[in-house]
């Protein structure tokens, strides 16, 4: 391949994404996605210039358990007297790091598994297949709890089990899409061009199957962010980083409900739900616009209809117009002709 043949490949490349980012772009869900992250992004990048103190130079701790002032925007903690608004910035980088990280990974080994088992078939899906099975029914939180308990509470290791074990769901959907796109004409004419399975799978129907992993991928992460919370609030998370569920399960500890430090809770509280709202805003508009047929069946799309008091009106509104269309449908027996030739 020339150097021409590469160039031209990756800005065609280059242009599918910016077309898809114009797309998220235009529609107004996408849009606060696409702003919430970006803003995200920006903080976890810029944290040691945006935080007004380090939360992890213990020389850098004010008097604890101060409320919201113009030094400390939200507070310090009860126990340590660390700023708990640089905590929730230098938080930020825990969270997107190891969601996005882990995102990635399950889609590109899911991805990977799904297409090998629909392309080649055979023993290779049986086995991919089997090995789905037997992970999904493995209870995944006791499994975390002893392994980092012999391996480390390090966030390697969490991002290792989330991978090892979170990759079945996607690779079952992309083994049924690849079930079918490998009858279509273009494969076909691949396998008799002598293409090789390697470079069909990669250059045919991973292509064909980008929507479902992008999309996933979103809704992925924003799924790891939440659990890595529920993994830190437990205790299970790096006792050595700091995290928003780290911070949640701090403030249980150290007593915020009963002292009333409701700064110390909501912080961490408000950065997870922004963090998880705005990427499950991009993955639902990205199935929208991957799959503009699955919008009216959705049930989240429903949901939010439900949220607006137009869900159930369109339903009663439908109804309607199917009574108007049998009610026109039906002949008028009034001007039928009596049987026998008889006339009134």
Known sequence: MSRRDVFLQVARRGGSFLSLLKKLWQHPKGRIGLILVGILVLVAVLAPVLAPYDPYDVTQRAAKGLRPNWQHPLGTTITTGQDIFSMLI?????????????????????ALMGVMAGYIGGFADNLIMRIVDV???IPTLPLIIVLTNLLGRSYFVIVLVFVAFGWTG????????????KNSNYV???????????????KHILPGTSHLIIMNTTLTCAGIMVAEAGLSFLGLGDPTAISWGKMLAEAQGGGALLFGAWWWILAPGAGIFLAVFSFMRIGIVMEEIFNPRMKASSSIYKIFKHLNNTYLDEVFRSMEDEEADESTEQPDRSNAPLPGGCHD
């Not at 990280?101 to 590109?108: D, E, I, Q, R, V």
């Not at 996607?170 to 796109?181: E, G, H, P, Q, T």
């Not at 076909?188 to 990669?202: D, N, Q």
């Open 90 to 110: 230098y938080g930020s980088r825990v969270s997107l790091m190891i969601g996005v990280s882990t995102g990635l990974a399950l889609a590109f080994l899911g």
């Open 135 to 137: 992970l999904l029914v």
């Open 170 to 181: 996607l690779a079952r959907v992309i083994r049924s899409l690849v079930l079918v796109l």
């Open 188 to 202: 076909k004419a691949a396998e008799l061009a002598g293409a090789s399975r390697w470079y069909i799978m990669t």
